[in-house]
């Protein structure tokens, strides 16, 4: 007899196993009808996240689900605060888990202990899920309330710089308000404003606010941070300035970690740059570039405005010139006093150590009619050797700036005035008599760097002016000596007929007398 063993029946199977494709398919379909963010969510995806509930729903019944459930959580909250989710989305979803388990199961399936362990587990995750949902939106809205209250403290800031700029044209005051709120708003070690100097080499320091309160005066643009932010037109940011090899560490303090420059532009041309360094653990973003930005461009309106009012004062002020020194010039007609005229009131108004004046005479040279050297008098010189500069400004009609130590052919000129020093800068205008020169007109000083275009152009109008008065003045020497030669002839016709008259006289007495005798 053969003995036969019997088997124990298999456990039955998990209906949440048993319907698990129908339950994912039901509840996919029902997400998707609730609209919202999951309605841009592709199905794939959102498939592959229902299954991860699925997978803590179904195993609640045998064993702690905890786990599995925990790394669906975190990705609900991953995906609500990079908002691809809404709180409200994700709990309309997780309830529509039981209407499925109310669609799907059979009547004498829908409330056996697994079902309503996994029913539990829906309702588990989903006050988990609220609790971390109210940290999250709590933090969230902690986050809106500092970005708006930082927003608001920029927009107030702007406000302020924007008040400054249309309420003052003193330029001084209005950068210093830029810096200031730029330093105060971005929390920034040092804010810095510089403008590129006229040799176009270095970024001169205009106005400074922060915690360094002895920044470099001028920084090459040539090996620094602030000079490439210069040359390209852009933003530069650096936020390790030990390793960065851009620029020469000479111009790093040991407490400038990180730094940010932004371009000043006027009229599409970069004129300087705004900075600000960051000590410790403070980095710069592309966001504080763009505010930056907002302040560079304040600061460019405020001094292309100071420039246009300054430009303004200059031309009112050369025409009250103009018009004093025509009417100085031309209050007299001696020559000499003209010179002086000229002399005197050229150097109320540029720095005039010496002044020469030369006019061409009739030989084809030129005579150095007046010469002043630090206060003193020299004599006048016919046919006085000038530098070719000097005959340059005669030829082509226009003012020269000569830079000395710039120009090394100065030792071979022909010096006047004091020998014992030397010039460093000097103009030369021409005297102009219509389209010809009658000479030339030379403002000296013993300084470097002591003239610029304006005080050239400036010059030239002098002379033009000068010009007039001296040629009105040599016209009047000219008649006056015509009026004393007509003077002498005639006094000397009146003579000689005079003479003519008593000897024609005597001579017809004297022949009456010889008749009678």
Known sequence: MTAVTQRDPPPPQNPLTTYRDAIALDWLQRVQLLGGDFEATEPGRLLMRLNQALDAIEHAYALPADDLAERFLQGLELAIEQNRLSVADVVHGLLACIDTFDAIFPNDVRYTPEVIAGERQVRWMLGRFAASAVDIV?????????????????????????????????????????????????????????????????????????????????????STLAGLCYRSGRPVISNDLTTDPRHDPTYVTTTMQSLLSVPLKSRGQPIGVLSITGSGDTTFQDADAELMTLFADHAAVAIENSRLFQQTQDQLTEVEIVNRVSSVVSATLDVAEIYRAMHAEIARIMEADAFLLFLCNDDDGVDLEYIVDQGQRFAQRHDAPIPQVYVDAMDEHRPYIVDVAAMEEFSAWQRYGDMSRTVQSLIVAPLMRGNEAMGVLSVQSYAHDAYRQRDADLLATLANVASVAIENARLYEQAQRLAIAEERNRLAREIHDTIAQGLVGIILQLEAGLAMV
């Open 138 to 222: 709590t933090e969230r809205g902690k986050i809106e309330v500092e970005r708006q209250r930082e927003s608001r403290s920029r927009v107030l800031a702007l406000q302020r710089v924007g008040s400054a700029v249309a309420g003052s044209l003193d330029l001084t005051d209005t950068l210093s308000t830029v810096v200031r709120e730029a330093a105060g708003l971005m929390n920034g070690a040092t804010v810095r404003l510089r403008l590129a100097d006229q040799s176009g080499e270095h970024l001169k320091l205009i106005a400074a606010a922060g915690q360094d309160a002895q920044p470099p005066e001028s920084v090459p643009i040539e």
